[in-house]
């Protein structure tokens, strides 16, 4: 089938690229012809593990092309993916659908033939009948319809998430609709993913129900880690006490610096502000939401407190700047928040992450990026881990207290040994292990 994927980012790139390799005839639409050229010369403007060589296979087989050209992709096209940003509306924290509904106005003018347009970005309720109200509006003649087919693919482990996801949702009345997206879909029946069908107000409400759901469970055990500091428990063993339960599952219970990313701080509050305006507040997500964006914060003094009350004047270093392991992607990041908290006490900072330094230099100001862990730490008076990349997971210990001014440490994601980091001579803090 030919389908045209309109916004080639995270998930758009990622699954034009897959939809390809299905055995589609795929063309990636985006209207920033930077990443579109560079796409044309070969190269991936995100780091994404797999992404370059899936990619590469797929253009040079013939079934991935990009465009900036909208109509050509659509024109013929029998589904047409939405895959643009829906980040938070600046100053209300609603979703912002700008993105969205100026393509459903792109794709309205060049649909010929019956289409399936399919709504794979995060959306509130309500945005597929909005997107079938523009193209009605401005296509009376045109044959249709919009579906929703949330995606739920992480960052950094998309491809195999695309192609072995937990499950399939797809959000439609329309029986056409529903036959197309299976079409499209039928390699992924043969792994045996579940498909889910369901109307299309039910699958964009499930996307923003699973992303609170799981926000919701990391700051659970973030709150619990912060008892277990206080009473002189341990969170990881708390965590795998709780985990090995079925009816709670052990996923997403790793206590750290609080959730970031492009997703659940959006998403949260997006669904916080639909649920105000039906009239049925959501109010443990909004506990959630305001415990989350304290916590980073949080964590910048407790790194203050690690260093003896006060960073002023004192070098610290971090490690991992991205907002989780095997992505380039800063938006919403913890180490943000943590970076900035130290600076205004007073500290320089110095950085290092394998793949998030250049989108750091666009949201950081006045920190100093190093070559590698060692040269990060090196006259630090303090090293923070706030971001798990396995890099930094076995780190020659000798040589990073070598290369520190001061032998202190705060492991924001409890990747080491208490006693054995005591052992190396480290003054070493986690979290949650009291
Ligand atoms: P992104 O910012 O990486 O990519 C969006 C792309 O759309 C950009 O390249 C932008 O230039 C392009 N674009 C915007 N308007 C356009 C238009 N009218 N025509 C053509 N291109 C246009 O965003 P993303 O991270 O891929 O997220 C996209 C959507 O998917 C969001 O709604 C997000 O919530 C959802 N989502 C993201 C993830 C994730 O892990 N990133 C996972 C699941 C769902």
């Keep these: 089938m030919r389908v045209s994927m309109i916004g080639a980012g995270y998930v758009g790139l990622v699954s034009g690229a897959c939809f390809a390799d299905f055995g589609h005839e795929v063309c990636c639409v985006d209207k920033d012809p930077a990443k579109i050229e560079a796409l044309n010369r070969g190269e991936i403007p995100i780091f994404e593990p797999g992404l370059s060589e899936l990619v590469a296979k797929n253009v040079r087989e013939g079934r991935l092309t990009f465009t900036t050209e909208l109509p050509a992709a659509v024109r013929g096209a029998g589904a047409v993916f939405i895959a643009v940003g829906t980040p938070s509306r600046r100053g209300d924290g609603h979703a912002d659908l700008s993105y969205v509904y ?86 992924l029946y043969l792994n045996q993913s579940p498909v889910l069908a369901m109307s299309r107000r039910t699958a964009e409400l499930t996307k923003y129900a699973a992303n609170a759901f799981l926000a919701t469970k990391i700051t659970f055990i973030n709150e619990i880690a912060d008892l277990c500091e206080q009473v002189g428990a341990n969170v990881q063993d708390v965590a795998r006490g709780i985990g090995l339960d079925n009816r709670i599952g052990s996923k997403f219970l790793h206590a750290g610096p609080g959730y970031g990313g492009s997703c659940f701080p959006k998403d949260t509050l997006a669904l916080i502000k639909t649920a105000q305006d039906y009239e049925a507040p959501v109010r443990i997500v909004e506990t959630v939401a305001a415990v989350n964006s304290q916590r980073k914060r949080a964590m910048g003094r407790k790194v203050i407190a690690a260093c003896g009350g006060s960073v002023r004047g004192k070098t610290v270093a971090v490690l991992g700047l991205t907002f989780k392991p095997n992505t380039d992607d800063m938006r919403d990041a913890p180490s943000i928040d943590i970076i900035t908290a130290l600076q ?52 020659d210990l000798r040589r990073l207290k070598a290369a520190l001014a001061a032998p202190v440490v705060v492991d924001l994601r409890n990747v080491y040994r208490p006693d054995e980091m005591r052992r190396h001579g480290f003054t070493y803090t986690s979290v949650g292990r009291g």
């Design 102 to 187: 100026q393509a459903a106005r792109d794709i309205a003018a060049a649909i010929d033939g019956y289409t399936v347009v399919v709504t794979k970005s995060t959306v509130p309720v309500g945005t597929g009948d909005e997107v079938e109200r523009i193209i009605r509006e401005a296509r009376p003649d045109a044959d249709f319809a919009v579906v929703s087919n949330p995606e739920f693919l992480r960052e950094g482990a998309a491809i195999a998430d695309f192609k072995r996801p937990d499950r399939i949702v797809i959000g439609t009345e329309d029986e056409r609709a529903r036959e197309v997206m299976t079409e499209i879909y039928r390699p």
């Design 344 to 395: 205004d006490a007073g500290a320089r900072v110095k950085a290092y992450d394998p793949e998030g330094m250049e989108a750091a230099r666009a949201v950081l100001a006045d920190v100093d990026y190093a070559r590698d862990a060692y040269d990060c730490a090196r006259d630090a008076d303090a090293l923070v881990l706030v971001t798990e990349w396995d890099m930094f997971r076995a780190l």
